[in-house]
């Protein structure tokens, strides 16, 4: 090993790469137990923890690859994922697999992929491109030149239809653009015409998504049809109380109340195993993690490892902050999972390859100068 590759080993953050271990470990044991249900003769458990240990062995393969790949040679590979990214998206809408009147999975023989969580990296990838071209906040020009790139993939995404996904590429986008600064002019107008523009998204959405946002404003109105997912999970949190009622112990979970237990409500079956004291370790966990991330970009010694650092801090916020707000009932379901606790093969697999990527950057902080 020449002295080169030593030095870059010895720059790898640790606390993000065993952070990232630990909540993995931490949502494999939870998947276990939102897979068990209780049976006469016993508890029974399906086998989703095996498909997530699997997916993760090759999530991990993935972030190391990631790791040790030089990620300012992606900057060359740029547009050819993008380009890459909008024709799977596309095959989806012509040619995917259908699934609860949504089409968001190409079949591959073996597995189904979801393009659409290649488009998470090919958004943050074309963006870092972009807005590291320069120093000055952004004008017009470039904001739309952003916003236009990123509004393709996401236009294809909304339209299988998968909102929860346009919307986390979308806050990943003006995320990354809030780290890149505007100019105060642009951001003038931006304060006066959103909250003009919002409402006007309510005629786009389908008639199941109104459905949510008005059951995320009052669940009572239809508590055994669209309020049954919020009430379920705010009861399965209440009554874990502050210690919880246990590993595989929980009431909600195992005998089958709580819906979407393994996916979008997994936090929910851990919150009443452990409890709000379990709870709070975990929300520390990924303060911590998310705190690496923020480091790391702020760190880095070219301007394109670090928006590649921010985009990667921002999707896995957004994802965390929407999971945790829709399982408390804080905010409407849509379907957004909460990351490494969560259980999906795609997810999981890009979940590992971005944290690769920001480990990458942390290595090579000290290897070349800032750009």
């Not at 993760?56 to 190391?64: A, F, Q, T």
């Not at 509004?151 to 809030?178: K, N, T, W, Y």
């Amino acid at each position: 090993m020449t002295p080169f590759d030593r030095r870059i080993l010895l720059h790898i953050n640790w606390s993000l790469f065993g952070l990232t271990l630990m909540l993995f470990g931490l949502g494999v044991a939870n998947l276990y137990s939102a897979g068990g249900f209780r049976m006469e003769e016993g508890v029974a458990v399906h086998p989703f923890y095996q498909k997530q240990l699997l997916w993760g062995l090759i999530g991990l393969g993935g972030m190391i690859f990631f790791m040790f790949f030089d990620y300012r040679h992606l900057d060359a590979l740029t547009w050819p994922i993008f380009c890459l990214t909008v024709i799977l998206l596309l095959a989806v809408l012509l040619w995917g697999q259908s699934a609860s009147g949504a089409r968001r999975w190409l079949s591959l023989g073996f597995v189904n992929f979801q393009p659409s969580e290649l488009a998470k990296i090919s958004i943050l990838l074309i963006a870092a491109k972009v807005l590291s071209r320069g120093r000055e906040k952004l004008d017009w020009v470039r904001l739309f030149l952003v916003l236009g790139l990123g509004l393709i993939p996401v236009a294809l995404i909304i339209l299988e239809p998968d909102l929860g996904s346009g919307m986390s590429i979308l806050l990943l986008i003006f995320g990354i653009i809030l780290y890149k600064g505007v100019q105060l002019r642009v951001f003038k107008v931006f304060l006066l015409v959103i909250p003009v523009v919002m409402p006007l998204f309510w005629f786009f959405l389908h008639d199941y998504q109104k459905q949510r946002i008005i059951t995320f404003l009052n669940p009572g109105r239809d508590p055994l049809g669209a309020g049954y997912h919020i009430i379920q999970s705010r009861i399965a949190i209440g009554s874990g109380r502050f210690w919880g009622k246990g590993f595989m112990a929980g009431t909600q979970g195992q005998l089958r109340f709580l819906p979407e237990k393994h996916t979008d409500f997994a936090l929910a079956v851990f919150c009443e195993e452990w409890g709000f004291f379990g709870s709070i370790i975990l929300l520390s966990f990924f303060c911590m993690f998310l705190y690496q991330m923020f480091l790391i970009a702020r760190d880095a010694k070219d301007r394109f490892g670090s928006f590649l650092a921010a985009g990667v801090f921002f999707y896995f916020f957004w994802q965390i902050f929407i999971n945790m707000g829709m399982v408390l009932g804080m905010m409407p379901v849509v379907g957004i999972p909460l990351p490494f606790m969560s259980y999906g093969g795609s997810a999981t697999v890009v979940n590992f390859c971005l944290i690769g990527l920001v480990l990458n950057v942390s290595m090579r902080r000290f290897v070349f100068k800032q750009a």
